[in-house]
């Protein structure tokens, strides 16, 4: 079946945070955004006859997600896409994501106590933490030997060491409880290598150490942008002692504003525990139906969609790289190894940061999204998940704001 990603679907006028919010971020209406993590792409269109048929059944009650359809169109998800076994009787539902880390922060640190991360870091990571009152410690994912952040793969031996060491002195800190695992890395794109999550988990162990892996961009690995070949492994291949998992269907197959999200908890007091506040104290006991019937048609029907999706997709990245290697060859900028959104360095051309964002803004009228978002001074970050129209018309702004400032 052949799947239309080119037809712009027009957003505006539907409560879009990425559209209709865009002057709350950057103070005028109007702009051309690249900005949040979403897609301008209509969701698969199995999903979609999904929800419909389920709408017209015309109750919508209070409902389960512990039932054998659902759990089991996760395990399949699991075999089929990352060949990895799920235990379903460690599964836990949640609104969001970032819901489950918040959750999960309550019951493994408390306030004051350090929670690593590697940088450039999701901003949601930072406001979850910091709103929780614990320490946010950050350790560069860059493949440099100087310890900066280029958000690019692989990296020397004496960087993995550098990386390794610096890491092993955060976890190492009395008083670091929890490590935030972003797999694949957001925003750089970055796929760990097995060696790298096999690392990770030992020091966890050795120094008890929380691990929760944010594994919700997963599904977006472009085989052809990872140099040796690797692919997502799930934690729960390495994790021993506390540990979480934490997903969602809703940024592979576009339906965030559906909510829904699924966790797997390796410890079962800690699973029970998580449970038991959802189920009280949270008073989130029936998930939203459309979420689980969303959930259920991707996994089980959506793989076809979805791998056209992501070679539409790493079309995008490649006109991307091409235009930037054309006009400012000096960047040397790479593909993402996975995702839609593209974290660009643009330290060598050596721009003011805040002269860009002007230049975008006021003369390109259009919203990128500012390195300084996520930590990191000279970067931007670009969405691509979009028609290739539109990526192109962002592409071109980026790179004439970026020939104005460099000249």
């Not at 919508?60 to 512990?66: A, E, F, I, N, P």
């Not at 089929?80 to 009787?89: C, E, F, K, S, V």
């Not at 040796?228 to 576009?254: C, E, M, Q, Y």
């Not at 689980?292 to 793989?303: K, M, Q, V």
Request: aromatic residues 10%; charged residues 25%.
């Amino acid at each position: 079946m052949g799947y239309d990603f080119d037809t712009p679907v027009d957003r505006r006028g539907t409560w879009s945070v990425q559209w209709d919010g865009v002057a709350d971020r950057f103070g005028v209406d109007g702009l051309l955004p690249f900005t949040i993590s979403d897609m301008d792409f209509a969701s698969a269109p199995e999903v979609l006859a999904a929800l419909q048929d389920r709408l017209a059944h015309g109750v919508l009650g209070y409902t389960d997600w512990r039932h054998e359809d659902f759990l089991s169109a996760l395990r399949h998800w699991f075999t089929t896409r990352y060949d990895t076994g799920l235990d379903t009787d460690r599964v836990v539902y949640a609104p969001s994501v970032l819901n489950q880390v918040s959750q999960l922060l309550r019951m493994w640190t408390a306030p004051g106590d350090g929670v690593v991360v590697h940088t450039p870091t999701y901003d949601g990571f930072r406001k979850a933490v910091t709103g929780l009152g614990r320490e946010l410690r950050g350790v560069p994912v860059g493949d440099t030997t100087d310890g900066t952040t280029d958000g690019t793969a692989g990296g020397t031996a004496d960087h993995t060491a550098d990386h390794m060491a610096a890491l092993e002195r955060e976890l190492a800190r009395a008083d670091s409880k929890v490590l935030i695992l972003c797999s694949p890395h957001n925003p750089t794109g970055r796929v760990w290598t097995e060696s790298e999550l096999t690392v990770f988990a030992g020091l966890a162990a050795k120094y008890d150490v929380a691990v929760i892996s944010d594994e919700i961009h997963a599904d977006f690995v472009h085989p052809e942008f990872v140099p040796d070949g690797r692919r997502h492994l799930p934690w729960s291949r390495f994790g021993t002692g506390r540990w979480a998992i934490v997903t969602s269907a809703s940024k592979s197959f576009n339906f965030p504003a559906l909510s829904g999200s699924y966790g797997v908890i390796g410890d079962p007091d800690d699973h029970a525990e998580f449970t038991r506040r959802m189920l009280t104290a949270e008073g989130l006991a029936s998930p939203a139906v459309l979420a689980l019937t969303a959930h259920i048609t991707a996994y089980r029907e959506g793989a076809p969609w979805l791998d056209a999706l992501n070679t539409y997709v790493a079309g995008n990245l490649r006109m991307l790289a091409d235009r930037l290697d054309a006009a400012f060859p000096q960047l040397a900028w790479r593909p993402p190894e996975a995702g839609y959104l593209a974290w660009i360095d643009l330290r060598a051309l050596d721009v003011d940061d805040a002269a860009l964002q002007r230049e975008l803004i006021d003369h390109e009228k259009v919203a990128i999204m500012p390195g300084t978002t996520y930590g990191c001074e000279g970067y931007v970050r670009l969405n691509v998940g979009c028609p290739r129209a539109k990526a192109e018309l962002g592409t071109d702004a980026l790179i004439r704001a970026l020939g104005r400032l460099a000249r």
